[in-house]
């Protein structure tokens, strides 16, 4: 971290009173030493990533951080309040703060910081001498690392012998874990990092390994063989099983290893104490998964639904980005040039610089490049969930066969899973120890390919091709009750885990028809996304109306609701729904289908995956969609708050002290 930080960025004396001001507090230090260049844009970066999850940890520290095209270079902001400040952590205010700034698409800056940091505030020594620092410089040295040490003794008094028993008997229970979700940022650190700091106060050695989309740097393999025990705590597919095969394993969602860490470390021991050996294949799955929130509990058929979710979530994680990028261009290039821009000559033929209508063709065909990906990295992804990188040929192979015999969405669905389960069965088939190199660049790709593709276009394809025609044909006679009743159903899975598996399956769906864009399917986008806008905005609206209802950490995250909710961010929502999940889900979850069948009674149709209002020209009835939003937001709100309201009134005054949004609120919450 050696150019991370220097004593201009470093404030001993923060006298913040809010997570927000201490935030630009620090990020104009950042201002002033040219590594930021857009304050208040750098702000509402820290801010949304505030919203998906509160940065506070236990001990008194608080690591507000984001990725920002607003940043010049990785940097790290430190700031010391003697009051505190509220992030969220369980245990009270952060004296300690640090923001931590990566520019935009640093993925590995972004997570090297995060790692390196959090490294040395396991350290209860480090944190001492941050809190008793008293020059900015000096604080800086020691947070690059370069501190001093105290001269070794010249005379140093030899330490007992130990026998191979007692030093067997004082060697500490090792843990080697993974952690990843669908962006493999927030989740997966959160993750990592509370396990790492259970294990601290276990008396267990706990190694994490990271993964996500910003990849991941492998564990030691010796550090792998010596371990007792190990925990997965995922939402995507961990990569290479095969090394953690022989070992006692704990398999659970992100969630479970942010929330429960203690919990998973004691099923851990108690499996390595009874000697139970998780069946892990070199790239499947495990026979000790459990549904995402819990420990194992070793009944393989009854976690296939549980995986299958992962593998899908898989694709669906990596094709969303080329779902924003090509829908958004070609929503773009019908703001300028008009529907009919998508029937323009090809760019690379007729260009004219000087017309509109040229560059909204090149707008719309970069576009329809971007979405001609869908199908083959939706499927080549769930294959790689289920089989690593083995599978992604025949998984990507078989994606683009599904679009050639029509076979839409669906097909790449099937196509996904085909590949991943032919590969998994070749790599069961023994080989001679001479053709293991050859099997996963050569042998598995060929062959799986041959295979998937036999039954893409001979088997399966046409059949799954007619039932994608019959759904279109669904979609597109929907009228009345019927798309009503569909709003209601895309409106609720939308709302019910903000962003999870059901939110994730809708917009999936919804996205699977603009490959092939029909009235029925348009109106379906637009369901979707309208109802998608309803969790943060209500909390937004419920924050605005009645404040004492809340926390002020909430009346905070409420704030940046806003503008999450008006983006089609969903997940601005979720720290309401984490801190109280049985007023909050069902609340939102009425408002979502409401306006879920308002949009589909009214008729508004959307081309494009994203944007939220910033694509109501795109918008067919637009005027009708902002009423439907707007009726879903309300009813939304007024059920959080006569809900929230009726517990306030038959509570104690613990609850009065929570809905003051005092510091004590947090121990009624987590109660």
């Known amino acids: 971290m050696s150019e991370l930080i220097t004593a201009e960025l470093v404030d001993l004396d923060l006298s913040a009173a809010t997570k927000d001001a201490a935030a630009r507090s620090l990020a104009e230090r950042m201002v002033a030493a040219d590594r930021v260049t857009d304050l208040d844009g750098f702000l509402a970066d820290v801010a949304a990533r505030e919203a998906q999850m509160p940065t506070g940890l236990d001990g008194g520290i608080g690591i507000p951080h984001c990725r920002s095209e607003h940043v010049n270079a990785p940097t790290l902001a430190f700031g010391r309040s003697a009051a505190g400040i509220d992030f969220g952590a369980a245990d009270g205010p952060a004296d300690l703060i640090f923001l931590i700034a990566a520019p935009a698409g640093a993925d590995d800056d972004h997570l090297t910081i995060l790692s390196a940091l959090a490294r040395r505030l396991m350290d209860p020594e480090f944190t001492a001498a941050l809190r008793a620092g008293t020059d900015p410089g000096a604080v800086a040295a020691l947070i690059r690392g370069e501190e001093t040490t105290e001269s070794p003794d010249p005379d140093p008094e030899p330490e007992p012998e130990e026998d191979d028993a007692t030093a067997a008997a004082?060697?500490?229970?090792?843990?080697?874990?993974?952690?990843?979700?669908?962006?493999?940022?927030?989740?997966?650190y959160m993750a990592a990092e509370s396990l790492a700091a259970a294990g601290r106060a276990e008396g267990v050695e706990v190694t994490v390994e990271t993964q996500g989309s910003a990849g991941f740097k492998k564990l030691d393999p010796a550090v792998v063989a010596a371990a007792d025990a190990v925990i997965w705590a995922h939402d995507v597919e961990v990569r290479e099983k095969g090394r953690f095969r022989g070992k006692p394993l704990v398999d659970v969602g992100v969630k479970a290893g942010i929330n429960r860490p203690a919990e998973l470390i004691a099923e851990a021991r108690r499996k390595a104490e009874r000697g139970e050996i998780a069946a892990v294949s070199e790239n499947g799955g495990s026979t000790d998964s459990d549904d995402g929130d819990g420990a194992g509990s070793g009944a393989d058929h009854a976690h296939f639904g549980v995986r299958l979710r992962t593998y899908l979530m898989s694709g669906v994680s990596y094709m969303v980005p080329f779902v924003a990028a090509g829908g958004l261009l070609i929503a773009l290039s019908f703001a300028i040039g008009g529907y009919e821009i998508a029937s323009a000559k090809s760019v690379a033929d007729h260009f004219v610089w000087g017309e509109a209508d040229s560059w909204a063709a090149l707008l719309n065909q970069i576009g329809s490049a971007a979405f001609a990906f869908l199908v083959p990295v939706l499927a080549g992804y769930i294959a790689y969930g289920m089989a690593d990188r083995p599978a992604l040929v025949p998984g990507f192979v078989g994606g683009a066969i599904a679009l050639t015999v029509n076979a839409g969405f669906l097909g790449g669905l099937v196509a996904g899973l085909l590949a991943g389960a032919v590969v998994m069965a070749i790599q069961r088939v023994p080989v001679h120890a001479t053709l293991r190199g050859?099997?996963?660049?050569?042998?598995?790709?060929?062959?799986?390919?041959?295979?998937?593709?036999?039954?893409?276009?001979?088997?399966?394809?046409?059949?799954?091709?007619?039932?994608?025609?019959?759904?279109?044909?669904?979609?597109?006679?929907?009228?009345?009750s019927n798309a009503v009743i569909l709003g209601v159903v895309l409106g609720l899975m939308m709302c019910f885990d903000m962003g999870g598996p059901l939110n994730k399956v809708a917009y999936a769906f919804a996205v699977g028809g603009l490959a092939d864009p029909t009235d029925g399917s348009l109106k379906v986008m637009a369901a979707v996304m309208a109802a998608g806008m309803v969790p943060p905005l209500a909390m937004a609206l419920a924050t605005t109306v009645r404040k004492k209802l809340f926390t002020k950490t909430e009346r905070e995250n409420g704030r940046a609701a806003w503008v999450l909710g008006a983006s089609f961010i969903t997940e601005g929502a979720i720290p309401f729904a984490a801190a109280d999940p049985l007023r909050v889900i069902p609340s939102v979850m009425a408002g979502g289908a409401v306006t879920g069948a308002l949009s589909m009674a009214f008729g508004a149709t959307l081309r494009a995956p994203h944007g939220g209002v910033f694509v109501v020209p795109l918008i067919g009835q637009p005027f009708l969609y902002l009423l439907a939003i707007a009726a879903g937001t309300?009813?939304?709100?007024?059920?959080?708050?006569?809900?929230?309201?009726?517990?306030?009134?038959?509570?104690?005054?613990?609850?009065?002290a929570e809905a003051t949004g005092s510091d004590d609120s947090r121990v009624t919450v987590a109660a």
């Open 634 to 656: 309300l009813v939304a709100t007024a059920l959080v708050v006569l809900l929230k309201g009726a517990r306030r009134t038959a509570s104690d005054p613990a609850g009065e």
């Open 170 to 188: 004082a060697a500490p229970f090792r843990i080697v874990a993974v952690t990843s979700c669908p962006t493999g940022i927030a989740h997966t």
């Open 438 to 480: 050859i099997m996963p660049v050569l042998v598995i790709p060929l062959i799986a390919s041959a295979v998937v593709g036999f039954l893409m276009f001979i088997v399966v394809g046409k059949p799954i091709a007619s039932l994608q025609n019959a759904l279109t044909d669904w979609l597109n006679g929907l009228s009345g």
